[in-house]
């Protein structure tokens, strides 16, 4: 079946037009069956000619010979048009499947790439006093700290490499990257005196 609209994908009222159009057909068939009963139960098959070989005059034999033709036009018709909505069908569903076999794909490579990209934290921010530098510079509470200036997960021995890095960098903004979320984030932290406890608070 050609795609309507010119290759363009199958949609649902494609489908719901096709099946409208089968009712209609399927209506029209019946109406001729109708007919056909309506001329002394005559059907598809009985002869049209008495036993003499004339025409029988008991029935219109111009409306029984339009309505057989018209009954096999039209099941012509539905048959061709069955075939088209079960093709409409069946790339319908394949779309939706690949669709959705597309969107699970593309979730999965989505969590694996997060999982590979998101580094090693070494330590996690459980308090941020409000003024303080830390809480100037974006710091938030459950951040996990994955850089902080020159210290990583692999270098990374206890806090008091920290303290040294905070201790040599009074004043200079230092690269600090957190986990947040599930997402990496960069902040700016510059160490330096303020009215609270030590450099960062």
Partial sequence: MAEPGGGRP?????????????????AQIKACYE??????????????????????????LYQVRTARHNIICLQN??????KQVEEALHKLHAREKEKHAKDEAEAL?????QNQ?????????NAVTSGS???????????????FGSVNANNFQNLQNIATVVQHSEGRPL????????????????PKRWAGKGLLG
């Fill in 35 to 60: 007919l056909l009963e309506g001329q002394k139960g005559v059907g598809m098959h009985e002869p049209l000619v008495d036993a003499e070989g004339f025409p029988r005059a008991d029935i219109d």
């Fill in 117 to 125: 990209s998101l580094p090693q934290a070494f330590a996690k921010v």
């Fill in 175 to 190: 690269s600090v990257t957190v986990i947040r979320g599930g997402r990496r984030v960069h902040v700016g932290l510059t």
């Fill in 133 to 147: 530098p830390a809480s100037i510079s974006g710091l938030q509470v459950d951040d996990e700290i994955v850089e």
């Fill in 109 to 113: 490579a989505e969590a694996m790439s």
């Fill in 77 to 82: 018709d539905h048959k061709a048009l069955m």
């Fill in 10 to 26: 199958v949609t649902v009222s494609d489908v719901q037009q096709l099946v409208r159009r089968k009712d209609e057909i399927e």
